[in-house]
């Protein structure tokens, strides 16, 4: 049982209970900037009440996470030191202090624009191998758990508060990065962790979608062990399994997958990009690392981020990225022009059909460019796979094929499943291997998803419906 | 095809690694192959978590999906791109660590899964060589008589000085 030192009111769980420790982790600096860093993006912009922060999801995280200890505890027969207890809190707490602004999206621009610093064209004249400096040693990049590894080692405040009480940057990051093997192997980043478990309550309550109306109190109770340690469910709570499972895709479907947000996402990505192209941000290993030693990371949030897009907008010559740049700043999203959506079996036959469909329009894309005198970098063809398990904010359609919910023979994967309890044999099967759950049934359904969206400038907005017209037509007439 | 594909594509091929996916044992080889390949230093920003199978990275799995997608269906998936030469100087240096060795009885992702593994757990996960190696014999049978071998293989690539013992 972990000593309590501070009661925070959260509107998700009622009263959440700190550590000293923890009531003084979140006082660093670092744990503060995630004040600023929204967990939903840009939502908020289609969902006026969904701007909560990092910082109380993560105080929510390292809430359930006790549960979940305590629910092992009561319900299994383990050995889980307030010790244990106590650092897998603090994971909790901090797996998220390394996010970037705008967490994901900025993410995704950062991974494309270092990646692809390893190229060049192939006619290029050869240049030598080079040391230290070189290209290769520019376009490296970190990921948000790495940066948060390197936050936990190198801020001397957020190291000293963890060194002061007797742990160690290493002993909380190697349980969020799994850099070790676990004791349990799917209580951190599996279905059921208590990452998504907070992510579904604090999303409906903050977007006021009813999605969220689990019945935690009851999943909680009946968490456990099974005889290979991996944390599970009791057969009776396979129908609220499937509900979670059930909610979360709904969940996604309305916030994340929603056109308008996922438009705004697109564009975001868009313009962080040219923020790196034009050398306006430098989010390199390098840059990101120097931050971290100085206080330049403590004030690196959303806000900072929206100060460089309109330093952008100010500079920038190129319509295409002003009008992106407007898209965010002025909240004047990328309109849809056609949408295919459908619900089909995970295989390669279905990914294969939206992957063709896609090319098909990329190619037509240049003639409506031609044709309506808009630059071919403010057309754009979006592409979302929706699952029931494992879901993410934008699984490339390729991946909906192999990435099955249940593939006996790839244990990588179905580790992270949510796990039912066979009380005769303590040992637990992955939900959708249970033939009376929903998950049986759907884990093995995507829904497939191609919109196409066009940036339109404002005396242009007029044109929109005949434009999307013009290519229903011709979409629907091969 | 994007940036970061073009350059896992290139990446493989540098390595002499084979990117189809069908198979366990073909995912296991590029999932390994690329955990291995960017110890030279070559970047990609994948970061690797211990799973039963060893080194492993979600956004990898998703990215290979793509990749092999878009090589069945793009006329010119490369784009005409290369990697910057440092880029190949330096996997052209590591690539011989990959060739299974001829006094190891292993399939070639078994002994990749040997060498990441090891390095992960040496320094990644901070355990000492003896924890490694009784980790290992205790969760990896399949490859533990190659233990030694693989210690060779990494040390003299040069790429167990870091790790750290607990």
Redesign the interface.
Known sequence: MISVAKGISDPVHGTISLSEVEARVISTRAFQRLRGVKQLGLASMVYPGADYSRFSHSLGVCHITSRIITALRNNSDVSISDEQEQRYRLAGLLHDVGHYPFSHAMEKAV??H???L???????E?????PAN????V?????H??IGKEVLRDNAEMRDVLNEHGHTP?TVY?IF??????DF?NLV?SDLDADRIDFLLRTARHTGLPYGAVDLDYLLSQMRVDGSNHVCLSPKALRVADHLLLARYFDYQQVAFHKTVAGLEWVLVEVIKALLSAGLLDCS?KAMRERIASSQWDTFDDTELITCIRALRESTHDSATALKADAILLRRPPKLMNEIEYLAPRDKFN??MV??RK?DIDRRVRDWSDEFGIPIEQWHVWEGGLTFTKV?SN?????L???TAY?P?????T?QAVRILDPRTNQSEPIMSDKRSLMSVLADKALYSLRLYVVLSEDRLNERSTIAAKIHRDLNDT | MEGKLIALKLFLDTLEIDSSIDTVADRKRVQKAVYLGQLSGVDLGYRFSWYVMGPYSSPLTRDYYQLSDELETEDDPLNGKSLLPDAIARLTIIRPLLQKRTDVDLSEEDWLELLASYHFLRSVSGYSPEKTAELLRERKSHVADYIDRAIESLSAAELLNMANAA
């Not at chain 1, 376009?139 to 990921?143: G, Q, T, V």
């Not at chain 1, 990065?177 to 676990?182: G, K, L, M, N, W």
């Not at chain 1, 023979?409 to 994967?413: E, N, Q, S, T, V």
């Open positions: 991974n494309e270092y990646s692809a390893l190229t060049q064209p192939a006619t290029a050869s240049t030598p191998a080079g070189s290209v290769v040693e376009a490296k990049w970190l990921d758990e790495s290493e190697q990065a799994r850099e070790q093997p676990p192997s980043s290993t990914a294969g992957k063709n090319r993410g699984v490339p359609i390729s991946a094929a192999a990435d593939d023979i790839d244990p990588d994967k580790e």
